[in-house]
């Protein structure tokens, strides 16, 4: 497997992705957060067993407090209650819902309306669990096919990241305010 320099994989994924656009998340904080040991992750796929477990980096109705981009490899996703199944590659993205507590906290007080489910582009508002642990549940299984290079961010780490970012702009306006005084 080719191993993928955080500074090579920035464009474009990172505009097209809303919790990691530049107005949200700048792009020296990405570089810093993919430059993490554990975010760019090599998953080896086992001809004798295509359904072993390290092949699922999702599975339906199980938590996930993490987001997967795929670099290179294919996986399989089945979605829907009629299993539906195809065949997603590079730059294809899962878990998007994880890393966003704006969506988790609001979705966690809708009701499930189908204008709501409608709107905010899920099959199903049971993909959050209850009150004070809220995590993401995915309404599908995504599955290794081939060798993966993938990047994985959990919640935590995108979290921390927003922080220092947050941090950073802070200090620096505070120095631009004290500058110009």
Request: glycine content about 2%; aromatic content about 10%.
């Amino acid at each position: 497997m080719l191993y993928h320099h955080p500074n090579s994989i920035i464009p474009p994924w990172h505009v097209a992705v809303p919790p990691f656009s530049p107005s949200i998340l700048p792009e020296k904080f990405l570089l810093r957060l993919l430059r993490h040991r554990d975010v760019i992750c090599e998953l080896k796929f086992d001809e004798e067993n295509k359904k072993a477990p390290h092949h699922y980096l999702y599975q339906r109705n199980k938590a996930a407090d993490y987001f997967i981009l795929i670099l290179q490899g294919k996986v399989e996703v089945e979605a829907c209650q009629e299993n539906m199944k195809f065949e997603n590659g590079p730059f294809s993205y899962f878990g998007i819902m994880a890393l966003d507590t704006r969506t988790l906290n609001s979705l966690s007080r809708l009701n499930t309306s189908s204008a709501h489910e409608h709107h905010l582009g899920v099959r199903s508002l049971n993909q959050i669990l209850p009150a004070s642990n809220i995590q993401y549940l995915a309404d599908y299984t995504v599955r290794a096919l081939s060798d993966l290079t993938y990047i994985k961010i959990t919640w935590n780490q995108y979290q921390n990241c927003l922080l220092a970012s947050q941090m950073e702009t802070t200090v620096d306006g505070e120095r631009s305010v004290a500058s110009i005084a």
